[in-house]
């Protein structure tokens, strides 16, 4: 298979970028997109670089053999996109070094072609793109254009230099990993209902304007946090709490900065969204916005999905485009609606199948806390479990609701150290259950005698960081599975997690350890390595259970841990058990891990339950 390396160059100015509000893909099918040029360079052969009228470009673009090569780009969401939706390029096999490097280096470095070309000391990125600013093709003297053709072909070869040397030892079930990602935005079938997706926006301005002027609500009253906070309990929310650095007390958390607040901006229930935007001064929710971002997609055609690949220093999978499909509501009175507005393409039916508490079965299997994996093997309800535990009482039928709820919380949060403050808010937020401290507190110890091997992997975790720091080699977890190497935890597919630049300062209760991020030290303790190390885990058990399912079926989105798949009408019954099958898949590197999942089925995306 050749190697073929490509780099478009398109017009752009000031209303019309990706640098302002557009999304990639409004971007490349609006009617002002054009194509200066295009640097194309197959294997070790001399980048060539054409420039002309759309058809000229496309003659010059068929003289390749796309259907039996690998395509590499810097950011190939967009240069791939480009070949599929203007060209009709249908491409085999495609990669990205800005994934790669995100990969490797950690998304917290700098991806950019310029950052990355220094750090591998290949030639230096020029800077004639920023001359282009405003010009469409016919505006370039011959010098000009020859100037852009040249800075083109320089951003070809570094593309294809730092290729050689991320993707050498590059682990190859990423690489297709990252075509499948990738090929969910290039390759769209996915549908959009456009009259649903109107009525719903309609509907959701119309509620909006009703919320504020039933609540009566002037400036004064959503400013008054007593009367904010009656407002969010009224629409079934727990109102965020922290405690206040100057009164050490208990407080509303309604500031600009107090993420749990800013967190509500993107409650599932439009009718939150509404209030804070309210609070906030913002003219548009979140709903509407994404609605309207919809609504413009389905006007275009198809929904190209937009998942970034390695989104988190963990290899979690992200929302990307402005349109972050990994959050869409689920829950309050307009429900899943912008999910229902996601259709399978006719002949097809979606299947959303979801791995049960895949981070909770990592944890225990990892620590070693056997009593919690055999009950996963043994199909129990750990929640209830739990809640038998709390509230001393027989877990077959004595646990009601409310007691379940503090179970499911306690097992899916008190795994990696929650203090028993942030239980008690957590379980208000999430579930409206509340309890004071010293309960809180109690549950906390309940949860820690019961799960004692868990909480000592959190202090294997806490020495783990120290050796780390001394550069002393170190083996923790099930079958010595998770090492060190200098700042990294080595993970089971040939990446790792990188904490860089780990230093530490001496607190009250022992060294209290920081890694390097772009806005600023990050906190680094037993528990948050824990967590790391578990959602990074669970990352790579869903990604081999991913490419099982690629054998045979298109996986068209992945949203947390669940991965959604296009199977045909036909053979519907069979194709949603083979999904399950793939989603109960067990790598070799975790042998004895209990995985279980659950699916839905329907046309619509918001129907899978």
């Keep these: 298979m050749d190697l073929i390396t490509i780099d478009f160059e398109t017009y752009y100015d000031k209303d019309f970028s990706l640098f302002r509000k557009m999304t990639t893909e409004e971007y490349i099918r609006d009617e002002r997109f054009e194509v200066i040029g295009v640097g194309v360079k197959v294997?070790?052969?001399?980048?060539?670089?054409?420039?002309?009228?759309?058809?000229?470009?496309?003659?010059?673009?068929?003289?390749?053999?796309?259907?039996?090569?690998?395509?590499?780009?810097?950011?190939?969401?967009?240069?791939?996109?480009?070949?599929?939706?203007?060209y009709g390029i249908s491409l085999s096999r495609y990669s990205c070094t800005l994934c790669i490097a995100r990969a490797l280096h950690g998304v917290e470095v700098g991806g950019s072609l310029k950052v990355l070309a220094e750090r591998y000391r290949l030639r230096l990125k020029g800077t004639a793109v920023a001359d282009a600013k405003g010009k469409r093709r016919e505006d370039f003297t011959v010098a000009e254009l020859s100037a852009y053709g040249d800075y083109c072909v320089d951003d070809v070869e570094i593309?294809?230099?730092?290729?050689?040397?991320?993707?050498?030892?590059?682990?190859?079930?990423?690489?297709?990993?990252?075509?499948?990602?990738?090929?969910?935005?290039?390759?769209?079938?996915?549908?959009?209902?456009?009259?649903?997706?109107?009525?719903?926006?309609?509907?959701?301005?119309?509620?909006?304007?009703?919320?504020?002027?039933?609540?009566?609500?002037?400036?004064?009253?959503?400013?008054s946090n007593p009367k904010f906070a009656r407002l969010l309990a009224e629409q079934g929310v727990a109102p965020p709490r922290k405690i206040s650095p100057s009164t050490g007390k208990e407080t509303f958390a309604f500031a600009k900065t107090d993420k749990a607040f800013l967190a509500l901006s993107e409650h599932p229930d439009p009718q939150v969204q509404a209030l804070v935007a309210a609070r906030l001064g913002t003219k548009s929710t979140l709903e509407e916005?994404?609605?309207?971002?919809?609504?413009?997609?389905?006007?275009?055609?198809?929904?190209?999905?937009?998942?970034?690949?390695?989104?988190?220093?963990?290899?979690?999978?992200?929302?990307?485009?402005?349109?972050?499909?990994?959050?869409?509501?689920?829950?309050?009175?307009?429900?899943?609606?912008?999910?229902?507005?996601?259709?399978?393409?006719?002949?097809?039916?979606?299947?959303?199948?979801?791995?049960?508490?895949?981070?909770?079965?990592?944890?225990?299997?990892?620590?070693?806390?056997?009593?919690?994996?055999?009950?996963?093997?043994?199909?129990?309800?750990?929640?209830?479990?739990?809640?038998?535990?709390i509230y001393g009482v027989f877990e077959e039928k004595d646990i009601i609701k409310e007691q379940r709820f503090v179970g499911k919380t306690t097992i899916l949060g008190a795994g990696y150290g929650m203090a028993a403050q942030r239980f008690k808010e957590q379980l208000r937020a999430q579930t409206g259950v509340v309890i004071d401290l010293p309960e809180a507190q109690r549950i906390i110890k309940i949860y820690r005698e019961e799960n004692w091997k868990i909480v000592q992997f959190w202090r294997d975790c806490q020495n783990m960081l120290v050796k780390m720091f001394n550069r002393e080699p170190c083996t923790i977890g099930k079958n010595g599975l998770i090492t060190v190497d200098r700042t990294s935890v080595m993970l089971p597919n040939g990446l790792a997690i990188r904490y860089d630049e780990l230093d530490y300062e001496q607190g009250e209760k022992g060294k209290e350890f920081s890694y390097k991020t772009r806005k600023g030290r990050a906190r680094i303790y037993g528990g948050a390595m824990t967590e790391n190390i578990c959602q990074a885990l669970a990352r790579i058990i869903i990604g081999e259970q991913f490419l099982l399912i690629e054998k045979r079926y298109r996986v068209l989105m992945t949203v947390h841990d669940s991965l959604i798949v296009a199977v045909p009408d036909a053979e519907l019954a069979e194709g949603q058990a083979y999904v399950e099958r793939c989603m109960r898949h067990v790598p070799a590197w975790c042998e004895g891990l209990p995985l279980e999942c659950e699916s839905g089925a329907a046309r619509a995306y918001g129907d899978c339950e």
């Design 43 to 86: 294997n070790n052969q001399p980048t060539q670089w054409a420039s002309g009228t759309y058809e000229e470009t496309k003659q010059f673009l068929n003289t390749f053999d796309w259907a039996n090569s690998l395509v590499v780009a810097h950011n190939a969401m967009f240069d791939c996109a480009i070949l599929s939706w203007h």
């Design 159 to 223: 593309c294809f230099g730092l290729f050689r040397l991320m993707g050498k030892n590059f682990p190859k079930s990423e690489l297709r990993l990252i075509h499948a990602t990738l090929r969910m935005f290039v390759e769209p079938v996915l549908e959009l209902d456009g009259t649903m997706l109107n009525l719903h926006l309609q509907d959701v301005k119309t509620r909006k304007e009703e919320l504020l002027q039933n609540c009566a609500t002037d400036k004064k009253e959503l400013m």
């Design 289 to 389: 916005t994404r609605t309207e971002r919809f609504i413009g997609i389905s006007k275009r055609g198809l929904l190209p999905v937009p998942i970034k690949y390695y989104a988190a220093h963990t290899g979690r999978w992200g929302g990307d485009d402005k349109i972050n499909l990994q959050n869409l509501p689920s829950r309050g009175k307009d429900g899943k609606k912008l999910k229902k507005g996601i259709l399978a393409p006719k002949g097809y039916t979606l299947v959303d199948c979801d791995s049960s508490q895949i981070e909770a079965r990592v944890l225990a299997w990892l620590a070693g806390q056997e009593d919690l994996v055999q009950a996963f093997r043994d199909k129990k309800d750990v929640y209830k479990k739990m809640a038998a535990k």
